[in-house]
């Protein structure tokens, strides 16, 4: 090959570099701002984050910081700061993003706990795509459940019963309900407390070995599981955890009623400290 013709080869294959270069690049970057502009789901999408890193804290039955997170309305205005959590359009002056985001020193506010971790990079820059884009709800109808301790389930025939427990004295006796567990005095005197949590669908109940606490597996099918630890006495939920995108069963106490393990549809067995929610076994 001669001086003339290699050069023109060469030329040539610079030419078609260049130009796939040329074509690719806008290609990318064209890619990358449909992906800016494509529309953030609050259902699908931002509802998940919130159910898998804040409900366990702010909702209904455990609002922390006078903030519930499970209801919109509650969810955009705040809690006891006085701020609102959430500024439509306006994700830098939205507080909850302030939260959620690590200064420069790693330090964050949300969410807390001894194993509680920060929301990634990606996580927030979802949640701040969602608020900018006016932070609508875009949650089918029915989706949310509006039941409370204050305003439990009203029943028009009787519950299917999953899972019932007497305690060890056989004092009470816990059976499922919709929403709820209900403990009743075994001696059918009357009711002692309706404990309604997240979880629409309540798969097992267990009272821990002193009769003092009830534990409880169950969540929205194909969306969540959930396990409750409650007080009996004071009827306060003390922890509420998200675990899989599937309802949870068959929960069981350790006999001195430290940990509490349960069952998952992914054929999971776990174990938590029923105190803090740290999973030690897997």
């Known amino acids: 090959m ?19 270069v040329c074509f690719v690049l806008p290609l990318n970057a064209s890619e990358e701002r449909d992906e800016q502009a494509k529309s953030v789901s609050f259902h699908k999408e931002i509802r998940p984050l919130f159910q898998a890193n804040c409900n366990g804290c702010h909702q209904p039955a455990k609002a922390k910081g006078d903030y519930v997170m499970t209801d919109f ?30 200064n420069e020193k790693g330090e964050y506010e949300m969410p807390k706990g001894k194993n509680a971790k920060p929301l ?12 900018a884009q006016g932070a609508k709800d875009d949650s089918p109808v029915g989706s ?17 019963v999953t899972s019932m427990d007497f305690s060890l004295d056989g004092s009470l006796l816990a059976v499922t309900g919709f929403h709820e567990a209900l403990i009743h005095k075994a001696d059918g005197s009357g009711l002692v407390a309706r404990l309604v949590g997240l979880s629409e669908r309540i798969e097992s109940i267990s009272l821990s070995p002193d009769g003092k606490k009830l534990g409880i597996t169950g969540g929205q099918p ?43 549809a992914d054929t999971s067995i776990r174990v938590i400290d029923a105190s803090s929610g740290k999973q030690v076994v897997y």
């Open 2 to 20: 001669n001086f003339m013709n290699f050069l023109t080869v060469n030329l040539t294959c610079f030419g078609l570099l260049t130009a796939l």
């Open 73 to 102: 309305a509650s969810l955009i205005r705040g809690g006891e700061s006085g701020k609102p959590a959430i500024v439509p359009g306006k994700p830098d002056e939205s507080f909850l993003v302030a939260e959620v985001t690590p």
């Open 120 to 131: 990634n990079e990606t996580d927030i820059e979802l949640l701040r795509r969602w608020i």
């Open 144 to 160: 949310v459940s509006g039941y409370t301790m204050e305003n439990p389930p009203v029943y028009t025939m009787p519950p299917v």
């Open 222 to 264: 194909g969306r969540m599981g959930e396990v409750q630890i409650w007080d009996i006495q004071s009827k306060k939920l003390e922890l509420s955890k998200a675990v899989t995108f599937d309802t949870l069963y068959g929960g069981s106490w350790s006999p001195d009623g430290k940990y509490f393990a349960f069952g998952g």
